[in-house]
C-alpha cells in the first residue's frame, strides 16, 4: 500500500523478491556497523522519529539490529560515565531532557559526583581538621571516591586519621 509504505528511494528488488511481493525484508546482515544513518535518513530509508531521543550516535550503538529492535542495549564507555549506582539507572535517571547531552542539577561541578548530588552533601560527617574544627566543603570533596582526610589542626601537616575511598559509586550508601 503506497500510504503504508516506508518511505524509501531505494530499488523495488532491494526489499522485494520477483517471486513473493509481500513480506518485504531488507537484509542487514551485509550493512556496515555504524553506517545506519546512511540509508535511515528519512529520504533512503526512514530515519528517527520527532520524538526519538537526541543523539549523534548511530542506530546500532543502542537498539539491536538482529530482530529486537525496540529493546535498548547501550553500554557507556566514556570516562566521564560515573558507574551504575549499585544497579543499573534507567536512562531518564541521568538524561531527564530525552537528550544524550546531560543537564547537570549543579553544572559547575560536573561531571563530578556533586554534578548530581551536590544538595546530598552533609558537611557534618565530613570533618577536616580539628583545633579549631572545620568541615570539608562540597567543592574539596566534589569526588566523593577521593582522599578525606582528618588532620590534627589547621596547620594539615598531621594526619589524625586516613580516609580514602569511603564512597564509590557501587556502594550502598551512595
Known amino acids: 500500500n503506497r500510504f503504508t509504505h516506508v518511505t524509501t528511494n531505494a530499488q523495488c528488488d ?25 540509508c535511515h535518513n528519512g529520504v533512503q530509508a526512514a530515519g528517527k522519529p520527532g520524538t526519538h531521543f537526541v543523539t549523534n550516535l548511530q542506530c546500532d550503538e543502542c537498539h539491536l539490529t538482529g530482530g529486537n529492535w525496540t529493546s535498548i542495549d547501550f553500554r557507556h564507555s566514556g570516562a566521564s560515565y560515573p558507574g551504575d549506582h549499585r544497579g543499573n539507572l534507567t536512562c531518564t535517571a541521568c ?9 547537570w542539577r549543579a553544572a559547575g561541578y560536573a561531571p563530578d559526583c556533586a554534578g548530581c548530588h551536590v544538595s546530598d552533601y552533609k558537611s557534618d560527617p565530613h570533618k577536616k581538621h580539628e583545633n579549631p574544627d572545620r568541615r570539608y566543603t562540597v567543592s574539596e570533596l566534589r569526588d566523593c571516591s577521593g582522599s578525606c582526610h582528618i588532620y590534627t589542626d589547621s596547620s594539615m601537616t598531621n594526619i589524625k586519621k586516613r ?10 550508601d551512595f
Open 14 to 38: 532491494d526489499c522485494h523478491s520477483t517471486r513473493s511481493w509481500i513480506p518485504a525484508t531488507f537484509n542487514h546482515g551485509s550493512v556496515s556497523p555504524g553506517t545506519c544513518s546512511s
Open 163 to 172: 580516609r580514602s575511598g569511603e564512597h564509590r559509586v557501587s556502594d550502598g
Open 95 to 103: 538524561h531527564t531532557s530525552n537528550n544524550q547531552v546531560i543537564p
